[in-house]
Each structure stands twice: as C-alpha cells, then as structure tokens.
C-alpha cells in the first residue's frame, strides 16, 4: 500500500548494518501499520500529505529554515543527522526539530525528556546531546543504557544529572505536544524533513524525502528564491537621471 515509504526505507538502510537494518524496518512496519489504522493520515507517492502547514515556517526574522520531525531511536533518523547538522553549519540556518514518537520504541521518550532538560541548560547542550545519542544508537538496547549514557554525557559537560530530570512531568507534556503536533500536520514517518521559506519566489515548504542526495541542492535554491533583489542602480546625466 506504501511503496514508497518501503523503497525510501531501503534506500536510507543499504549500507547501514544487518541489527541496525532491522530496527529500521521494524520502525517503518510500525507506522505503516499505523498509517493504514489511520487513513486521515494517508500519504500519496511523492510526500506527505500536508494537512495543517502552521509548523512548516521559518523563525521570526530567518528566511530559510529546516523543520524536522524525527525519533531519537529511529534508526533512519540517525543515519540524516549528520547530514541534516552538515547543512546548518553551511548555510547557517536554524533547524527546528520536533518529536515524533515511533509507538513501541522503548527509550526515544525517555531520551526526547533529557533532551529538553539539557535544553533547560543550554539549546546548544540539548542539541548536542541528541547528535550524540544518535551516534550512539548501536550501542543503546533498553532504557537503563540510556540511563547511564546520559549520566555519562551530563558528567562530561559539568552537569549534575538529577535522579528525576522532569518530576512534574512538564517537559514529557512537551514531547507529547510535539507528537500531536506532527498528527495534526500530517507526518506519518521518520525522519521527515522539510526545508521552510518565508517570503520566497518558491513554494513555502519543500519536503526532502532523501536528505543525503537532495538537501544541499533544495537550500541552495531556497536561499537564491529567498534573497532579496538588490535596487536599481540610478545614474545621474547632468539633470537627467536613468535607472
């Protein structure tokens, strides 16, 4: 029913181990199964089927941004990392990433709460320690692993990692709001990622469905579309003036 969510898998997967491999069409079985629970979430071959584009929109005052929803133990989503992180540097753009929990995983939530508890400390230190836990995701089984990572990861960043980093439960609310937010939109898999413009000559938002062969290209044309024309030149002949 979802050749294309299938093919896309398999081509993110073919050079990723046979254990890691398996995770991720294990993670793309589960939300095709859940997709096909869910027809209002249905996705056409080619992208996603946008149902509220509220969330595709750049920050106040950036031109050209990447939205990202995305698990932390979504195999496919570690594999875009690096690239995704590669291209903020390199054009110099925020990158707004949301939660999507994949239903069965068992530590990404876990592992979403720590992540906005670093964020409480520093955006800078939560983004990091999501860049290391998907580095990490080979060695990560079950949440007790997960546990001592981010003890780990706290302790070389000066941090005091508490015995409960959300005891009132705020910050899983957030990443529950995040998965809600992702329904509402319409995503249906991780990662997905889009590239969002504001004031462009182009489309508002530009879904890249292969982040390895097609983001670099889509930026690059979101910026040109996105950069203002520069005025006229305006040159003075004695009392006459000519554009």
């Known amino acids: ?14 050079r990723v181990p046979t254990g890691r491999r398996f995770r991720t069409f294990a993670c793309a079985a589960l939300l095709v199964a859940a997709a096909c629970a869910q027809a209002q979430f249905a996705t056409p071959p080619g992208g996603t089927q946008i149902r509220d584009s509220a969330a595709l929109k750049p920050p106040p005052g950036s031109r050209v941004a990447i939205v990202e929803f995305a698990d932390l133990q979504c195999p496919a ?18 990158w707004i990433r949301h939660d999507f929990l994949i239903p069965y995983h068992n530590w990404s939530r876990d592992a979403a709460v720590n992540a906005r508890w670093f964020d409480l400390k520093s955006k800078a230190l939560g983004n990091e320690y999501r860049d290391q836990v998907f580095a990490a995701q080979a060695v990560i089984y079950n949440p007790m692993l ?33 998965s809600e937010l992702a329904k509402r939109t319409g995503i ?13 000559k182009g489309a508002p938002f530009i879904e890249v ?5 097609q983001l670099d290209q889509i930026l690059g044309q979101a910026v040109v579309d996105t950069t203002p024309a520069k005025p006229a030149k305006v040159v003075k002949t004695g009392k006459t003036m000519h554009q």
Not at 148 to 177: C, I, S, W, Y
């Open 1 to 14: 029913m979802y050749p294309w969510f299938v093919a896309n898998f398999r081509a993110r997967t073919a």
């Open 77 to 94: 989503c570690g594999l875009a990392n690096p690239v995704l992180k590669a291209a903020v540097a390199k054009y110099k753009i925020p």
């Open 188 to 200: 249906i898999h991780t990662p997905t990622v889009f590239v969002v413009t504001a004031n462009s």
């Open 146 to 178: 997960l546990h001592q990572f981010t003890a780990k990861f706290a302790q070389a960043n000066g941090v005091v990692l508490p015995p409960d980093v959300d005891p009132q439960g705020k910050l899983n609310a957030e990443v529950q709001a995040d």
């Open 209 to 213: 469905l292969r982040p390895e062969d």
